[in-house]
T-cell receptor, first 112, second 112 residues
């Protein structure tokens, strides 16, 4: 079974803190994605990566950065957390040819 | 701009009812359409549709794609309380990144 693992299920951080969300997949997928999910807005793409050290901005990259130093790991970084970044964050991975993506269990981040 | 729209955004039915969820899209160079079910955790994959008019079926769930009219439907017959979830539709454009574009999701509540 494909496994996508996110490092935390729940996180509470203070405004201004630097926050790291980690995601690891075990299927040798080329593509990895970070989405945030908010009620009424669906899943919105923050960043994605189609290869090691490659990254592309999604629809809402402001306030975020990413790192992909190894194929299996994709990190999302909130440089200075703000309350409007309180959300559910979902990591996903897939093969290059665009088959279905597999999701991690999600990290519910609250910024206070 | 690529766009996926789901309707209705929310739905409340009683056990035994049949529901139809809609997903329409505007995407440059369509590759596939995916349906996911999300309960209180990671979205789980239901169907991938690439060809018009071919129904995919899994138990009480079925889905079909119309590439001429640019939409898909997800049907659930004889609904059960365990069908309560958010149903997500996503489209994969033709590219080598496998990026998924999601709709807002439909929240289904099935009452006993």
């Amino acid at each position: 079974d494909v496994k996508v693992t996110q490092s935390s299920r729940y996180l509470v951080k203070r405004t201004g803190e630097k926050v790291f969300l980690e995601c690891v997949q075990d299927m040798d997928h080329e593509n990895m994605f970070w989405y945030r999910q908010d009620p009424g807005l669906g899943l919105r793409l923050i960043y994605f990566s189609y290869d090691v050290k490659m990254k592309e901005k999604g629809d809402i990259p402001e306030g975020y950065s990413v790192s992909r130093e190894k194929k299996e790991r994709f990190s999302l970084i909130l440089e200075s957390a703000s309350t409007n970044q309180t959300s559910m964050y979902l990591c996903a991975s897939s093969y290059h040819e665009g088959t279905e993506a597999f999701f991690g269990q999600g990290t519910r981040l609250t910024v206070v | 701009e690529d766009k996926v729209v789901q309707s209705p955004l929310s739905l409340v039915v009683h056990e035994g009812d049949t529901v139809t969820l809609n997903c329409s899209y505007e995407v440059t160079n369509f590759r596939s359409l995916l349906w996911y079910k999300q309960e209180k955790k990671a979205p789980t994959f239901l169907f991938m549709l690439t060809s018009s008019g071919i129904e995919k079926k899994s138990g009480r769930l079925s889905s079909i794609l119309d590439k001429k009219e640019l939409f898909s439907i997800l049907n659930i017959t004889a609904t059960q309380t365990g069908d309560s979830a958010i149903y997500l539709c996503a489209v994969v454009p033709s590219s080598n990144t496998g990026k998924l574009i999601f709709g807002q999701g439909t929240t289904l509540q099935v009452k006993p």
